[in-house]
């Protein structure tokens, strides 16, 4: 036997090795889980262990969605359709992009890989930033959540805010953006050249549904395994965060005007929570916090967090994320303020 | 790193996920992913449980054929990195990560969240009658049955005080109507809650289980005054706030909409001179009397006189807001 079969031979190994490793788990967990020394684990570990493996659960499929809908796109759909389709002023497609967010129901998990791919087919980078950060909000079931969580009031300030601002600021921060970084190239993966556009163009008119299929499933794999490595870190934070920190010492560092609303974005930030979910979790503060820094959380939160910032940087270069974080954060609080100054107040006067 | 063997890759791939799906599916069965999932997201779980069995199963296959480097070789253009990067340290620990939460899964007990999350959350007594944005906004509206409008009318700036304090109601105020399974526009709402309450006085003992759950806490703090005096059963996990006395107790839920990340923690107050034998986290059974009362100066439900009996916990012991 040479050294490579010998290698092989090795590698082969390693993988039964898993594999059996996980059905020994799989029959046995039961009578693992009730050994003494697992038994006396302290509870505060058990909590990081269970909202760990929620975040992650909860997450899976729709992460799963995403990296689908992505390789869909890769396959489907042609540079040169985005293109016909984009306005050809770079401001003037901000609006329409926002629109387009709000019809694609795709929450914070699943809406990365699909903006990472759409501005890898050519879609300008600022376009794509107003999808990724409309889109966790600006959808039916993040609505109706929000409109439930918040006593059923088609009028109430923190549905109506939430979506308005949605709108408005995922518009100002793709403006921001471009007048940064323009149409220069920010993503991680290495730039297609013509060479390869060509290459594509070949490929892609590869005849049968089943290879298609194949493909579909390959690239969706390949992005689970890119992005999902940064999913499960960031769950794994954010669990320890939603475990270790006290809610209590929130309140008292946050009971001022200003300081309540950047307490509960970053705390939207480390929470890490679903926007489907999060609207109950920002009614269940109510008591606490001002009517303002609880739409700072529910419109934070979904544009950006934990889990999400793993993920952007598993796309985009750092200087890039780094800028979007800070003007997201910027744009909000101050959409937040303003709103708070002027809006707020005369609420009832206009519902 | 000069060749990467991509077969090799595409094996342990797929062993992992076919090990996410082993972990979806044992939790499935074992019915344990309730202490991680609302049951209302299953079809999701069982999506994802699918789809990672055929992306398992597809990823090992992929991994025999000898050229599986055909298609997705370097001068695939699809955009991103097919190949895990880094060294073989690196590669390690990348797959660390993934395997992380499938050994998690199997080795450590599946057990709800206990006491100590329940204080770093924070207790929701009631309903959440504490007036929170929506309460102290609709605080004038119960008894009046004026609407929002006509409350901010009458006293704009006060109105708005509550509103942004979110404080200021007094205890009369606080008769609310806010909840989380909140379906219908406000009077639908409240017409519920009324007919609930009607309905209740007339049963002997009110009965609290999972299904009622959160109803009943609501359907107590708007209507208190319909219930003082009568019996109540309801089963939860034993809590303390810190500046409890040997009497005092509570009955506590942990209220789940989606994932356990987001719970929120609801309790009823007990008094009962058997409530200093019981330890935290405990799931007792509390059969009492309904009695009006204070704490932190909000007006309360609390069960009196109560007979404490520890049980089981029970089968779902979360509860979740119902979308009637």
Redesign the interface.
């Given at each position: 036997m040479n050294p490579k079969q010998a290698r092989?031979w090795g590698?082969?190994l390693?993988?039964m090795g898993?594999?059996l490793l996980?059905?020994f788990?799989?029959l046995f967990?039961?009578q693992?889980?009730?050994t003494q020394y697992?038994?006396d684990?302290p509870?505060?570990w058990?909590?990081v262990?269970?909202?760990?493996?929620?975040?992650?659960?909860?997450a899976?499929?729709?992460i799963?969605l995403g990296v689908f809908v992505s390789a869909l796109i890769?396959i489907y759909v042609s540079e040169e359709t985005i293109k016909r389709y984009l306005p050809k002023n770079a401001l003037g497609a901000l609006f329409p992009a926002a629109i387009l967010g709000a019809i694609f129901p795709l929450c914070e998990c699943a809406i990365v890989p699909v903006v990472?791919?759409l501005v890898?087919?050519g879609m300008p980078l600022h376009v794509g930033v107003v999808f990724l950060v409309a889109a966790p909000i600006l959808n039916p079931i993040v609505f109706m959540?929000t409109f439930?969580?918040?006593?059923?009031?088609w009028?109430?300030?923190?549905l109506l805010s939430r979506m308005g601002l949605a709108f408005i600021l995922s518009i100002i921060i793709g403006g921001a953006l471009y007048f940064i970084f323009k149409n220069s190239y920010q993503?991680r993966?290495?730039q297609?050249d013509i060479h390869?556009?060509h290459?594509?163009q070949t490929?892609s008119k590869k005849p049968g549904i089943l290879n298609r299929v194949?493909?579909t499933?390959?690239?969706?794999?390949?992005?689970?395994?890119?992005m999902?490595?940064y999913l499960?870190?960031g769950a794994?934070i954010?669990?320890l965060f939603?475990?270790?920190?006290?809610?209590?010492v929130l309140q008292t560092i946050g009971s001022g005007e200003y300081s309540s609303v950047l307490v509960m974005m970053g705390f939207a930030y480390l929470?890490?929570?679903?926007s489907?979910?999060?609207a109950?979790?920002a009614?269940?503060?109510?008591?606490?916090?001002?009517?303002?820094s609880?739409i700072g959380f529910l419109v934070y939160g979904p544009m950006l967090d934990l889990k999400n910032t793993f993920m952007l940087f598993a796309y985009f270069r750092a200087k890039f994320v780094i800028a979007f974080m800070i003007i997201v954060t910027i744009v909000v609080f101050t959409a937040i303020i303003l709103l708070?100054q002027f809006v707020?107040?005369n609420?009832?006067?206009w519902? | 790193m000069k060749h990467y063997d991509s077969s090799f890759h595409a094996f342990i791939q797929g062993i992992i996920l076919i090990g996410f799906a082993l972990l979806m599916l044992w939790l499935t069965i074992s019915g344990n992913i309730i202490y991680y999932i609302a049951p209302k997201m299953m079809p999701f779980v069982y999506f994802g449980l699918v789809t990672f069995f055929i992306l398992g199963t597809v990823q090992i296959f992929r991994s025999t054929k000898k050229e599986a480097n055909h298609e997705h070789g370097p001068s695939c253009s699809c955009g991103h990195d097919h190949q895990i990067p880094g060294p073989p340290l690196v590669k390690l620990a990348i797959y660390s990560v993934f395997i992380l939460p499938v050994l998690l899964g199997f080795v450590l007990p599946d057990r709800s969240l206990d006491s100590s999350a329940a204080q770093n959350r924070g207790i929701t007594y009631g309903s959440g009658n504490a007036p929170s944005v929506t309460q102290s906004a609709s605080a004038a509206e119960t008894e009046t049955k004026s609407n929002r409008a006509e409350a901010y009318l009458d006293d704009p700036e006060g109105y708005m005080e509550q509103l942004e304090n979110g404080e200021g109601a007094d205890t009369e105020d606080l008769e609310e109507h806010y909840t989380i399974e909140d379906f219908y526009d406000q009077e639908g709402f409240d017409q519920y809650y009324k007919e609930l309450a009607n309905k209740l006085e007339h049963q002997d003992v009110i009965t609290v289980t999972e299904d009622n759950y959160l109803d009943i806490m609501t359907v107590m703090d708007v209507h208190l005054d319909q219930f003082i005096g009568k019996d109540i059963e309801i089963v939860g996990f034993a809590y303390r706030e810190p500046d409890f006395e040997d009497h005092e107790l509570v009955a506590a839920r942990f209220s789940m909409t989606c994932c356990t990340a987001d719970a929120g923690v609801y309790g009823t107050l007990i008094q009962s001179d058997e409530a200093k034998d019981i330890e935290e986290d405990t799931w007792i059974h509390a059969y009492g009397t309904i009695e009006a009362s204070e704490y932190n100066g909000y007006r309360l439900p609390v069960i009196t006189d109560a007979i404490l009996n520890e049980v089981d916990e029970p089968e779902s012991p979360y509860v979740y807001p119902s979308f009637r």
């Open positions: 092989s590698k082969d390693i993988g898993l594999l996980f059905l788990l799989f967990s039961d693992l889980s009730n697992i038994q684990l509870s505060a058990v909590n262990n269970t909202i760990f493996l929620s975040i992650v659960l909860e899976i499929p729709f799963l890769q990472a791919r890898k087919k959540s439930f969580a918040f006593g059923s009031d009028t109430h300030p923190v993503l993966a290495k297609q390869e556009h290459h594509h490929h194949k493909e499933v390959y690239h969706a794999v390949d992005e689970f395994f890119l999902g490595k499960i870190l794994l954010a669990a939603q475990t270790f920190l006290d809610r209590q929470l890490s929570l679903c489907e979910a999060d109950f979790v009614a269940s503060f109510g008591q606490n916090f001002t009517t303002a609880l708070n707020l107040p609420w009832y006067q519902f | -």
